[in-house]
C-alpha cells in the first residue's frame, strides 16, 4: 500500500530539492570557471548544506531542512539514486570496449599497474586504519577491500572532462588514459558487485566469490548477446519511421530499469547494471546521438546534482578529530601516490615516454562518482562509519583537483610526435567534412559491375574505421552474387541486408533512416524518362542522407577498374561541391590520385562590376573564379593533397568539362549537386546529368539530400 507524504513532508521534500539543486549548480559551475570538475562543487554544496555547516550554523533550520523521518530521507535517496543510475547511464555511453581492446599492451599495463598498486596500498591502509572507523559489526576484511576499491578505481567521466576541456582526449597519451579510465570503471564495478556481496554476507567466502562472479558472468553474457540483440530490435523499431527521440528515450530507460532490476535481484547493486545498459546501448549502431545529449542534459541539470550534493550532506566534518584528520592525510597521500606511481611504471613498461608516463599518473588520478559510490554503498550497508564515509569522500575531491592542475602542468608546451600531430589535424578535418565521415554506409546491390565500381570508390574515399551495409537487392528470388564486393571491402566491418527486388527502393530509404551516413549506389545504363533506375530514382527523391551515385566508366572489361590516377574535380563554391571535393581528396591522400581542380568560366554569364576588384585590371568572372580556386586548393592542401588547377572558358559548361576529363586522361570525375524534384523526379542539375550522360571516365555525383 502506497503511502503519500503529508503537507509538511511534502513541502520540505520540495524545498530539499530546491536548495540541492540550486546550490549544487551554482558550486558547479563556479568550479568549471576555474577549470575543475563540476562534481568538485556539487559535493562542496552538499558539505555546505549538510551537517558540517548548516547543521552548526543553523541546527533549528538543519533540523526542519532535513529531519530524521525515513521516509523523508527516503524520498531524496531515491531521487539521488535516481540520478546516479542514469549518470551511470551516460558513462557507459562513453565506454568504448572497441578502444581498450584496440589500444592492446599498453592499455593493458597502464590499467593493471594503476589498478594493483592503489589497491594495494588500499588493503594496507585498510588494516591499519583504526576501529571507529569500522561500520557496526562490519568484518575488517570486507572493510579493506572498500577502501582498496574506494582508493584504486579511477574515475572515466571525471577524466573525459577533464582531457575534454584541456584539448586532450584525442591524443596519444590521452587515448590510453581513457581507455585506462574505462577499464578502471568496469573492474571497479565488478569489485564493488563482490565486495558488496561480502558485506551482505557478513564475511569473505569461496561460495559468496562464486555465486557473486559466476552471476555477474550470467548476466554480462545475456546482457551483450540476447540483451543486445533486444536492444537493437526495439531502438530499429522505434526509428523505422526516422528520428524518434522520444521512443529512443523510453527504450534507454526501460533498458536501464531491466538492467538494473536484474543486477539488484542477483545481489548486485543496480547501478552496476546501469552502468552495463549504457554499454548495450552504445554498442547499438540504431541509436540516436541526440539521445545522449537529452539524458546528459537531465542529468548534469537535475538528477546528478541532487546525488552528488547528497552525497556531500552525508559527510560530517565535524567527525574528523585530530587523528581522523592525521588519517585523511594518508589516505590521499596513498591514493594519489600510488595510482601515480602504478601508471607512470605501467606506461614505461609499456614504451611510453617519461613525459607521457607523467600525464598518464597525473589523469588517472581523477576519481568521481564511483568512488562516491562505493563510500555510500559501504555506508548502507554498515561497512563504513559516518567518519570512514567522511575521509573516502575527501579523496575524489583533492584528487580530482590534483589531476586537473597537475595535467595542465605537465602538457604546457607540450605537442606530441610529428605523427601525432599529422593524424590529429586529420582527424579535426574529417570531423568537420559533410559526407566523408566515420558514420555506417550502406551500399545497395544486384552484384553488377556498377555497384562494383561504387564500393571501390567507397574503399578508397572513407576512412577504413567506417563499417558498410552491403544491401543484396534479390529479383525473382535469386541472391546476386556479392563476393566481390565483399573483397573490395575487405579492409572495413562489413554486415548484410537483403531486400526485394519490387520493394528495394523503399526498404533501401527505410534502411538509411537507421543511423547510415551515405548511400553509396552504382548505376549503369540510363532508362527512359528516369534518371538512371526505377530504384535510384526513389532512393534519391526518398533520402535523407546524401547519396553518391558512382556511373561506371564505359567500354570497361574488367570487373574493377584500375585504381584512380587523375581526378578531375569541378569548382563551383557551393556545399555540393565541397562535399565532390570531399571525396576527391580522399581518395588522392589515400593513392597518390593527381587531382585537378576546374572552373570553367561562363561566357553566357553577367558578372556585375560590382564584384571587381578594385585593384584588378581581370575581368570580374576571373576574379571569382581565382577566389574560389585559391579556397578549394587551401582545403587540398589541409587534406594532404597538392591539386593542378584549370579555369577554363566556353559557352557550354558541361561539354566544357566533359572536354577537360578527355583531355586531361582522366579515370574519374567527381561532381557535386543539390537533388531536386521536377515534375515528380530527381534533378541533379543540368550539367551533372550532361555529364552523367556524355563522359567515357568514371563518374561519381554526390548529391545532397533535399532540403525540406
Same mark, same amino acid.
Given at each position: ?7 509538511? !513532508? ?96 599498453? /592499455? ?56 575534454? $576541456? ?61 540483451? !543486445? ?35 539488484? /535481484? ?84 609499456? @614504451? ?18 564511483? $568512488? ?144 547510415? @551516413?551515405?548511400?553509396?549506389? @552504382? ?6 524518362? !528516369? ?41 563551383? @563554391? ?128 554526390? /548529391? ?5
Amino acid at each position: 500500500m502506497l503511502i503519500p507524504l503529508d503537507e509538511h !513532508q511534502l513541502l520540505v521534500f520540495w524545498t530539499q530539492l530546491l536548495v540541492l539543486v540550486s546550490v549544487a549548480r551554482l558550486f558547479g559551475g563556479l568550479m568549471r570557471r576555474i577549470n575543475l570538475p563540476s562534481v568538485i562543487g556539487q559535493l562542496a554544496a552538499g558539505i555546505i548544506v549538510g551537517p558540517s555547516i548548516f547543521g552548526r550554523v543553523w541546527p533549528a533550520g538543519f533540523e526542519w531542512f532535513l529531519p530524521e523521518e525515513e521516509i523523508s530521507s527516503g524520498a531524496l535517496l531515491a531521487v539521488s539514486w535516481l540520478g546516479v543510475a542514469l549518470l551511470l547511464v551516460t558513462a557507459g555511453f562513453e565506454t568504448d570496449l572497441g578502444l581498450i581492446r584496440s589500444l592492446g599492451r599498453a /592499455a593493458a599495463l597502464v590499467t593493471g599497474f594503476s589498478l594493483v598498486v592503489p589497491l594495494i596500498g588500499g588493503l594496507l591502509v585498510g588494516v591499519a586504519l583504526p576501529d571507529s572507523f569500522l561500520g557496526d559489526e562490519a568484518d575488517r576484511t570486507v572493510f579493506a577491500l572498500f577502501v582498496a576499491a574506494a582508493l584504486a578505481v579511477s574515475a572515466l567521466a571525471v577524466i573525459a572532462k577533464i582531457l575534454s $576541456e584541456l584539448g586532450l582526449m584525442r591524443r596519444d597519451f590521452g587515448q590510453i588514459t581513457v581507455a585506462a579510465g574505462m577499464a578502471n570503471d568496469v573492474i571497479g564495478w565488478v569489485m564493488l558487485a563482490i565486495f558488496a556481496s561480502f558485506a551482505a554476507s557478513g564475511a569473505v567466502s569461496v561460495r559468496v566469490v562464486l555465486e557473486t562472479v559466476l552471476g555477474l558472468a550470467a548476466f554480462l553474457a545475456l546482457a551483450m548477446t540476447v540483451g !543486445q540483440r533486444l536492444v537493437d530490435r526495439a531502438l530499429r523499431w522505434v526509428r523505422r519511421d526516422g528520428a524518434n527521440i522520444a521512443g529512443a528515450m523510453t527504450v534507454v530507460v526501460v533498458t536501464m530499469l531491466v538492467y538494473g532490476v536484474a543486477t539488484q /535481484a542477483l545481489g548486485i547493486e543496480a547501478v552496476l547494471g546501469a552502468f552495463v545498459a549504457g554499454v548495450v546501448l552504445h554498442r547499438s549502431r540504431f541509436g540516436q546521438p541526440e539521445v545522449l545529449h537529452h539524458i546528459e542534459s537531465l542529468t548534469t541539470s537535475l538528477l546528478a546534482p541532487i546525488f552528488f550534493a547528497t552525497a556531500g550532506m552525508r559527510v560530517d566534518l565535524g567527525l574528523l578529530d585530530s587523528e581522523a584528520l592525521r588519517w585523511v592525510g594518508i589516505v590521499l597521500a596513498v591514493a594519489i601516490g600510488a595510482k601515480f606511481a602504478g601508471a607512470f611504471v605501467g606506461a614505461r613498461l609499456a @614504451g611510453q615516454s617519461p613525459r607521457a608516463a607523467v600525464a598518464l599518473g597525473a589523469g588517472l588520478n581523477a576519481r568521481g562518482a564511483l $568512488e562516491i559510490v562505493i563510500a555510500s554503498v559501504g555506508l548502507s550497508l554498515g561497512v563504513f562509519s559516518e567518519t570512514a564515509y567522511t575521509v573516502i569522500v575527501i579523496v575524489p575531491v583533492v584528487t580530482s583537483v590534483f589531476a586537473a592542475v597537475s595535467l595542465r602542468m605537465v602538457v604546457r608546451g607540450w605537442r606530441g610526435s610529428a605523427d601525432e600531430q599529422e593524424r590529429l589535424d586529420r582527424e579535426k578535418a574529417l570531423s568537420q567534412n559533410l559526407v566523408v565521415k566515420s558514420s555506417r554506409i550502406l551500399l545497395p546491390s544486384r552484384g553488377g559491375p556498377a555497384s562494383i565500381s561504387a564500393a571501390q570508390l567507397v574503399q578508397f574515399a572513407w576512412p577504413k574505421e567506417a563499417p558498410a551495409t552491403l544491401v543484396s537487392v534479390v529479383d525473382g528470388g535469386e541472391r546476386p552474387d556479392i563476393s566481390v564486393l565483399e573483397a573490395v571491402l575487405n579492409e572495413r566491418v562489413v554486415d548484410h541486408r537483403s531486400v526485394s527486388g519490387s520493394s528495394a527502393a523503399a526498404e533501401i530509404t527505410a534502411e538509411s533512416r537507421l543511423g547510415y @551516413g551515405v548511400i553509396a549506389v @552504382g548505376v549503369a545504363t540510363r532508362h527512359e524518362g !528516369q534518371l538512371y533506375s526505377p530504384m535510384v530514382d526513389e532512393i534519391l527523391l526518398n533520402a535523407t542522407i546524401p547519396v553518391v551515385i558512382v556511373r561506371r566508366a564505359r567500354d570497361l572489361e574488367r570487373p574493377l577498374p584500375a585504381a584512380f590516377s587523375r581526378v578531375v574535380v569541378p569548382v563551383t @563554391g557551393t556545399r555540393s561541391s565541397s562535399a565532390a571535393q570531399e571525396v576527391a581528396f580522399s581518395i588522392a591522400d589515400q593513392l597518390g590520385t593527381e587531382v585537378v581542380l576546374t572552373h570553367v568560366l561562363n561566357r553566357k554569364t553577367f558578372v556585375p562590376r560590382v564584384l571587381k576588384r578594385r585593384t584588378s585590371d581581370l575581368d570580374p568572372s576571373e576574379v571569382v573564379a581565382k577566389e574560389l580556386m585559391d579556397i578549394a586548393t587551401l582545403r587540398a592542401v589541409e587534406a594532404g593533397v597538392w591539386p593542378r588547377t584549370l579555369i577554363p572558358s566556353s559557352a557550354n559548361v558541361p561539354m566544357a568539362l566533359v572536354g577537360v576529363a578527355k583531355d586531361e586522361d582522366c579515370d574519374l570525375v567527381v561532381l557535386g549537386a543539390q537533388l531536386r524534384s521536377v515534375d515528380g523526379r530527381p534533378f541533379l542539375g543540368h550539367t551533372v546529368e550532361t555529364v552523367l550522360e556524355q563522359c567515357d571516365a568514371n563518374v561519381a555525383v554526390v /548529391a545532397l539530400p533535399r532540403r525540406s
